[in-house]
């Protein structure tokens, strides 16, 4: 059974670094074409996309938000983690981990698994 | 950066309606357009993937179509559990840019 599952604080302060993980179950970060990234929603607002790497340590981050995002992968623990620096009241929002689709024709980049997500507010 | 419109903002219909939401990309993005369906307090469910292709498990009622800039969602008879809001997304670049939503609630 495929599943993705968020960790991290619920609460940081602003200026803090956030450090969100995602530990995978029925599949590994390391094989090939997986890809694994971080989605978020603000509360009643739409959803934007932040981050993916790949299997083979590729990464991708949204433009706006690349000085202040890193995401890494640990295989051995199966895990992506993703963190995000000078926190503010305006990153609050739900962080959803997803998984980039696989089918038997190929890859492709729809988020076809998703975490349950986990509720971060950012408030002194 | 590639902006995604979708129309209407939202919709009210009834159980077995023909619902057509249209999704809108500021520059061609081929094909590379997906739909997600997001019910209130969950996580979103991709619905369709490369404009027109139907996820694996999701019901038949549920179509896409369009390519270039102008994409549309079909739902051909609209059932309770479809009550929701309608996200789509392009892919067409790494920016993966969502559009702002489309819900549909009760007429």
């Known amino acids: 059974q495929i599943a993705l599952k968020e960790s991290g604080p619920t609460l940081v302060k602003p200026t803090q670094t956030l450090t969100l993980t995602c530990t995978l179950s029925g599949f590994s970060i390391s094989s090939y074409r997986v890809a694994v990234g971080w989605i978020r929603q603000s509360p009643g607002k739409a959803l934007e996309w932040l981050a993916l790497i790949y299997w083979n340590d590729d990464k991708r981050y949204r433009s706006s938000l690349k000085s202040r995002l890193t995401i890494t992968k640990d295989t051995s623990k199966n895990e992506v983690v993703l963190t995000m620096t000078n926190m503010d009241p305006l990153d609050t929002a739900t962080y959803y981990c997803v998984n980039r689709l696989i089918t038997p024709m190929g890859a492709y980049d729809a988020f076809d698994m998703w975490g349950q997500g986990t509720m971060v507010t950012v408030s002194s | ?107």
Request: with cysteine; hydrophobic share 30%; proline share 6%.
């Open chain 2, 1 to 107: 950066d590639i902006q995604m419109t979708q129309s209407p903002s939202s919709l009210s219909a009834s159980v077995g309606d023909r619902v057509t939401i249209t999704c809108r990309a500021s520059q061609s993005i081929s094909s590379y357009l997906n739909w997600y369906q997001q019910r209130p307090g969950n996580a979103p469910n991709l619905l369709i993937y490369a404009a027109s292709t139907l996820q694996s498990g999701v019901p038949s009622r549920f179509s896409g179509s369009g390519s270039g800039t102008d994409f549309t969602l079909t739902i051909s008879s609209l059932q309770p559990e479809d009550f929701a809001t309608y996200y789509c997304q392009q892919n067409y670049d790494t920016l993966f840019t969502f559009g702002p939503g489309t819900k549909v609630d009760f007429k």
